[in-house]
């Protein structure tokens, strides 16, 4: 007979067995069945009841309570109802990897930009022999559209072609996820090419700062994001957080940026106007290097945002509610 702590744990097992499939079953089937519904009836207008009813039942299944997307409380819940409800112009600039460089250039300065060595929409007129032997493509329409060539000679040109295609085919808000995320949804797909910043030859530290009216209330420091990606969460004076990110936390207190300061002060100036955006930003010899604005960010909210409920309900009143700002 097992004893009960063992039929605990026999009947843990099972449930948490039940969960991992029960979601598959459910994002592969759910998932496109809301996508079909958006695309076919939400246009460029905000979310109607029925879709928003139908984002709170996927909602449910990742936060583990029922949201109001009209009167949004948590962060969670303020997240996703900008997702729904929000079509503010610069939701698009922003998101657009190719805009937003003229848009920080005007807010920042472009000695900030890292520097662009080609951009185009047909992946056979990349001119490799012009690039360097190291560099980064992307294209600036939706998320983890980046391919790292870090030796040119060896990369195959063929395979990245094919793959720049079929990204270029894809509209990332209406074929990804629940087909909610509006502001990538008019982006007209271009490729870009980046010079490919280093850190000893590694892609350097990403130090993301989720900017509430304008002013920093906690930095996830990423590490290794093309390899075993991991991270550390600190507030805006450095000191380390229990944050829960889609990556492993690292048991270490990450050493501060000689110049964080002036990282802080570049974000918070990117951020003014918003109630809510991440600014992602890099520090390599001192120097300061704009990653992205990331209205949407956390997974672009299909992710559970934070472990502790209590910091999904203090960011969230944090969220501002300037009728003025995005």
């Not at 629940?178 to 590694?202: A, R, T």
């Not at 993301?208 to 004076?237: A, Q």
């Not at 380390?240 to 050493?255: A, G, Y």
Request: glycine letters at 4%; a positive charge.
């Amino acid at each position: 007979m097992f004893s009960t702590k063992k039929l605990e744990q026999e009947t843990s097992r099972v449930l948490l067995f039940f969960i991992y499939y029960a979601k598959k079953v459910f994002n592969s089937a759910y998932y496109p069945l809301v996508r079909t519904y958006a695309r076919l009836f939400l246009k460029d207008r905000p979310a109607d009841p029925l879709l928003r009813g139908m984002c709170a039942i996927a909602f449910l299944v990742v936060y583990h309570y029922w949201p109001d997307f009209v009167r949004p409380r948590r962060f969670g819940e303020k997240l996703w109802s900008r997702m729904l409800l929000s079509r503010h112009p610069l939701l698009t600039t922003i998101s657009d990897k190719l805009l937003v460089r003229d848009y920080v250039a005007k807010k920042a300065g472009a000695d900030h930009l890292i520097p662009l060595l080609w951009s185009g929409d047909k992946p056979e007129a990349i001119p490799y022999d012009r690039l360097p032997d190291m560099f980064v493509i992307k294209t600036n329409h939706g998320c983890q559209y980046n391919i790292l060539v870090t030796d040119k000679a060896r990369a195959d040109r063929r395979a990245i072609g094919a793959k720049l295609k079929k990204w270029l085919a894809e509209n990332y808000a209406e074929d990804a996820h629940l087909g909610i995320i509006w502001g990538y949804k008019n982006i007209k797909p271009v490729i870009l090419i980046e010079e490919f910043i280093d850190d000893h030859g590694q892609p350097p530290t990403d130090y993301k700062f989720y900017c509430f009216s304008g002013r920093t209330e906690l930095i996830t420091v990423h590490f290794d994001r093309y390899k075993v990606p991991r991270s550390v969460s600190v507030d805006r004076d450095f000191v380390k957080l229990r944050f829960r990110p889609r990556f492993k936390q690292q048991d270490i207190d990450p050493p501060k940026p000689r110049n964080f300061a002036a990282m802080l002060r570049l974000a918070e100036a990117l951020a003014e106007g918003f109630n809510f955006v991440r600014v992602d930003l890099y520090s390599l010899q001192d120097k300061i290097y704009f990653g992205e604005l990331t209205p949407y960010p956390v997974g672009v909210g299909y992710f559970r945002s934070f472990d502790i409920v209590s910091l999904d309900e203090t960011l969230g009143e944090k969220w501002g509610s300037n009728p003025e700002w995005v």
